[in-house]
């Protein structure tokens, strides 16, 4: 099970990763979640400065842009 | 701090984390910038210690900006450590001697205007961080 949290306060860009993380995950047929993390004071905890900000399974992967499905699909990957 | 992308121009600002007095007016210079609303404030160490939310925001941000104490530059080469060339200042550039410079009220502004104005002589400097990841002033930047 891949955790997979989009941290932001719910803007276009972080619903536009949310989309983009949802998209990679099916295409790669994994098992996931979605958490979606709005609480500015929990987003800071992850040393967070910019938003919307991609985290898989415990690690930033990307802040600050929306990647790409193919990029998302890299980094939910480990790669 | 928690700066949503939607607003175009991030920059995050960065301090020397030394203890000298020009460490000192460094951290408070980015502390009164931040403030201001000049940059938003990241965190040097965090980089360094490899959190990864400090790193990613680094890396998106669209300005990365570091207040060093003295040429050591310790928070420009942690930033370089990661692929990142950030805009330098450095207090010993600015007419400020270590070890007797006291961090005024007046040595804190004279730096802060200095990098509103944009007076970097040293962001086009290519540098080269230690081998072993230390910075070798003994605690004294």
């Given at each position: 099970m891949y955790k997979i949290e989009i941290l932001g306060t719910g803007c276009a860009k972080c619903n536009k990763l949310e989309e983009t993380a949802r998209k990679a995950s099916e295409e790669m047929g994994i098992e996931y979640e979605v958490v979606k993390v709005k609480e500015i004071n929990k987003i800071m905890e992850y040393g967070?400065?910019?938003?919307?900000a991609l985290v898989v399974n415990g690690e930033?992967?990307?802040?600050?842009k929306v990647p790409s499905i193919e990029e998302v699909k890299k980094m939910i990957g480990g790669k | 701090m928690g700066e949503c992308a939607c607003n175009t121009g991030t920059k995050l600002l960065y301090s020397c984390s030394g203890n000298a007095d020009v460490g000192e007016i460094a951290d408070r210079a980015a502390r009164k910038l931040r403030k201001e609303g000049y940059s938003h404030g990241s965190c040097i160490a965090g980089i360094g210690a490899g959190i990864s939310g400090y790193i990613q925001s680094a890396k998106g941000a669209d300005v990365n900006i570091t207040i060093d104490?003295?040429?050591?530059?310790c928070s420009r080469k942690i930033l370089e450590n990661i692929g990142i060339v950030p805009v330098s200042y450095i207090?010993?550039?600015?007419g400020f001697k270590k070890g007797s410079s006291p961090a005024t009220p007046e040595a804190i502004e004279t730096v802060c205007e200095n990098i509103r104005k944009g007076n970097?002589?040293?962001?086009k400097e290519k540098t080269f961080a230690a081998a072993d990841g230390g910075c070798g002033c003994g605690g004294k930047c």
């Open positions: 967070v400065m910019i938003t919307p930033v992967k990307v802040a600050g | 104490g003295c040429s050591v530059a207090v010993t550039e600015m970097s002589a040293t962001v």
